[in-house]
């Protein structure tokens, strides 16, 4: 009997080289579960995640799936109920990926394939240094950008569009995506401000939130106008985007289905 489970999952993506497993490291965050999943299944085990996050990139929410055989599951695990399997399997996870939910799916569920949009989120603390304990999930900035500037810019962004020049994909599959929204949002704390901005959208291709974040933050300090995105759009040329923001602001914050 084949069962599938449904995961969400939250981890820090600092020490990681991304989530999809690769034949030269070990060290992603699909191959470390699936890994622990396999010795305690006793079965190779392939999980699905929901979307690809990039070296040092967070998440709060990515959604996964895996299928087991129960019949090489051993009577003892058969027996536990979704609770207690996630509260063994976190037992087993790194200090750094934790299992939030865990629950028994329908056979033809695909974290990927069924997933209707995601929520994408950027922190950006604006001080003229980061605090140690938070560095390593904000970008930091010297001077406060112009948000109203920055929002306005968003209109070109919103919709249907080819995010080809918003990319780093190598690919001959469309690239057509929509993004049905982006908002802001600010937190005065520890000594500096924080900008948070989240997009939401049926999907993104590789490093597209990140160049979008440098192209928002080009406009909003003044460095380029507005015209940029049409130019980039017009163009379809990647190379005109103003810079790739680092990783550690960006977070996965909630897999619609």
């Known amino acids: 009997m084949i069962k599938n489970y449904k995961l969400v999952l939250e981890y820090d993506g600092t020490r990681y080289n991304g989530w999809q497993k690769q034949g030269n ?9 699936e890994n622990i999943l396999s010795k305690y299944y006793n079965q190779e085990i392939e999980i699905h995640g929901s979307g690809r996050t990039d070296a040092g990139v967070h998440a709060k929410g990515q959604v996964a799936n895996y299928k087991i055989n129960s019949k090489y599951v051993s009577e003892e695990i058969s ?82 569009h080819d995010l080809a020049p918003f ?25 500096g401000i924080y900008i948070y901005i ?17 192209t928002l933050l080009s406009i909003g300090l003044g460095k380029c106008s507005q015209t940029i995105i049409d130019e980039i759009f017009e163009k379809n ?17 909630k897999v619609m289905y």
């Open 198 to 214: 989240d997009f939401t959208g049926d999907g993104f291709l590789y490093h597209t939130v990140r160049l979008l974040v440098g």
């Open 79 to 160: 027996n536990l109920t979704c609770t207690e399997i996630q509260r063994e399997l976190n037992s087993y996870l790194p200090e750094d990926i934790r299992i939030l939910e865990l629950d028994e799916a329908n056979e033809r569920f695909h974290a990927r394939l069924n997933a209707k949009s995601k929520t994408y989120r950027y922190c950006i603390f604006v001080s003229d240094k980061r605090p140690v304990f938070i560095r390593k999930y904000c970008m930091a900035l010297n001077s406060m950008p112009d948000l109203q500037a920055m929002e306005a810019a968003c209109d070109k962004l919103l919709g249907t």
């Open 237 to 253: 040329n990647r190379k005109l985007v103003p810079f790739l923001a680092p990783a550690e602001g960006l977070f996965l914050m």
């Open 167 to 191: 990319s780093d994909t190598k690919t001959k599959k469309s690239t057509t995506r929509t993004i049905y929204d982006i908002t802001f949002s600010t937190e005065e704390n520890d000594g």
């Open 25 to 33: 490291t070990d060290n992603t965050i699909q191959g470390r579960i």
